[in-house]
């Protein structure tokens, strides 16, 4: 009871990187408080299939519900099970991502529960809150912090009263680690029509399709990254260019999206994708928080701009001070030179 709970998405029978990022941070908050950790799994045909993928992250407790119409995903038989489950496990704290699927889940159940939810969290801490309007102290609250009025600000947000804390943290924002591939975990297989109603099934996937992404951004080893600096889609090519030598990925902000110099999917920041390279090479980007948020867990930053005082200098490990046309070639020519 008043566990910390997971909810693990899959893809048929693969469990979804985020959720691992999650399942280790979920572990974390579970040591603080002293409680276990819950994993809650639901698809078709996956017993036997994700119990050895979910476990090695800390897994005190993992419930699987295996049903024939539980994948695809479709809201009410999924929201179900979890406003089913929780109302019996009475769990202090949710996570799940912030995907398609967490997005439209995780309201469903905060709804159901009258319980709030936090979206597109960055960091997830256990503290304590002292509403000094009516003078109440209380402990071992959930921290949901993330980036907000238009990134301009961190906010910590609280929910003192109501159960359970629920909160979703985009893909990339936390590492996953394994705690121990033989991690002795308890596996509940329940019966799914204890918690989901038939009618619950009206709605049926008739084709699904997925498009795959067209970039590596989150598995990029090395990113080089344009902001408005950069000052063109011809800006840009030169950037491909030093990814290409790199072979690396190139990325953007949210400023040289918008400004029409590269395609969406490459955007980095708070309403982009988050990565974590071992080098980042920031071109022409001032640094805007919203940015930051989602590449400040990189390795090795690198920045290069014509401004000494952007604000993007003061996370990066080296700074170069000058223009894109001016020192991208500069750095392609070298690399070529001493690559061979």
């Known amino acids: 009871m008043n566990n910390v709970f997971v909810y693990c998405e899959i893809d048929q029978f693969q469990v ?87 997005r439209d889940l995780g309201p469903r159940v905060s709804s159901s529960l009258t319980s709030g939810l936090t979206a597109d969290c960055t960091a997830l801490e256990i503290g304590d809150y002292e509403d000094k309007k ?21 906010a910590t947000i609280v929910n003192p009263e109501h159960r359970p804390q629920m909160a979703t943290v985009r893909s990339g924002v936390m590492k996953a680690e394994i705690i121990n591939p033989q991690y002795n975990g308890q596996v509940i297989y329940e019966n799914v029509s204890d918690y989901v109603p038939a009618e619950d099934y009206v709605v049926k996937v008739i084709s699904r399709q997925v498009e795959k992404a067209k970039n590596n951004l989150k598995g990029a080893p090395i990113i080089v990254a344009g902001g408005y600096g950069v000052g063109s889609k011809e800006g840009f090519d030169l950037l491909r260019k030093l990814a290409d030598e790199l072979h690396g990925e190139v990325g953007a902000s949210r400023a040289a999206v918008d400004a029409g110099f590269c395609e969406h999917d490459l955007q980095i920041g708070q309403t982009g994708v988050t990565v974590r390279p071992k080098v980042y090479i920031a071109c022409g980007i001032s640094g805007a928080i919203q940015h930051v948020a989602g590449m400040k867990e990189s390795g090795i930053v690198i920045s290069i701009n014509t401004d000494p005082n952007a604000p993007i200098n003061d996370i990066a490990d080296y700074v170069i001070t000058g223009s894109v046309e001016e020192v991208v070639p500069k750095l392609i020519k070298y690399y070529k030179e001493n690559s061979k």
Not at 134 to 154: C, E, H, M, S
């Open 16 to 102: 979804e990187e985020v959720s691992f990022e999650l399942l280790t941070k979920g572990r974390k908050l579970a040591n603080r408080l002293g409680v276990k950790l819950e994993a809650i799994v639901a698809g078709t045909d996956i017993k036997n299939k994700v119990e050895q993928q979910i476990l090695p992250y800390g897994v005190d407790i993992l419930h699987v519900f295996d049903g024939k119409d539980l994948f695809p995903y479709t809201s009410k038989p999924h929201t179900d099970i979890l406003v089913n489950l929780f109302k019996k496990e009475q769990p202090q704290i949710c996570l799940m991502g912030a995907t398609v699927i967490g």
């Open 134 to 154: 009516n003078n109440k102290t209380y402990t071992d609250l959930l921290y949901q912090i993330r980036p907000a009025f238009g990134g301009n600000i961190v």
